[in-house]
């Protein structure tokens, strides 16, 4: 069976950088399970599986634009100290959740900060970063009807409800 839409796949997958530092791997863990055509992967990944089966195992490097995207310096906003209640110190790297315009959550890291102004990058900590992907597909299956209606897979390695 080839991966196509509609299909739930499920993958071994190390993602590394340029320089072969390991980002996520499902190594020693559940394998990704996904509802393949509906946007639950990075979009150059999902692209290059597409038509893939049972076995194959894939090495592929994902531009920026068709992972997380290319870094936005409109994304980076300057914020006062005061709107982080609760926590104790603010220092660079730290990554907090806050919710968009449209409520949606996303996480955003602290760029710098100096006295009470806060600079916040609403960036994907890897936009602007090529994926290196090593990928063994394990499964394909088709897709429930719940599963299709809901937009991702159920059951081990995908959502649980």
């Known amino acids: 069976m080839q991966i196509e839409k509609h299909k739930v796949v499920s993958i071994d997958y190390t993602l ?10 499902s190594e020693g863990n559940e394998p990704l399970a996904y509802l393949h055509g509906m946007g639950n992967i990075v979009p150059g990944l999902e692209n290059e599986l597409t038509g893939k ?4 195992a894939i090495e592929i490097r994902i531009e920026p634009q068709d ?14 100290k005061e709107m982080f209640q609760g926590a104790e110190a603010i220092e660079t790297g730290m990554q907090f959740q806050a919710a968009d315009e449209q409520g949606n959550m996303q996480v955003i890291t ?10 916040v990058d609403s960036n994907h900590p890897l936009a602007g970063v090529h994926l290196n992907f090593d990928v063994t597909v394990l499964e ?14 159920h059951g081990a390695g995908g959502h649980h409800h």
């Open 67 to 80: 992972g997380y995207g290319e870094r936005n310096d409109a994304l980076l906003e300057v914020v006062p």
């Open 110 to 119: 602290v760029a710098q900060v100096e006295g009470d102004n806060v600079t």
């Open 16 to 25: 590394k950088d340029d320089k072969g530092n390991i980002i996520d791997s």
């Open 53 to 56: 089966k049972i076995g194959d």
């Open 140 to 153: 394909v299956r088709d897709a429930t009807a719940e599963e299709i209606e809901h937009g991702h897979a």
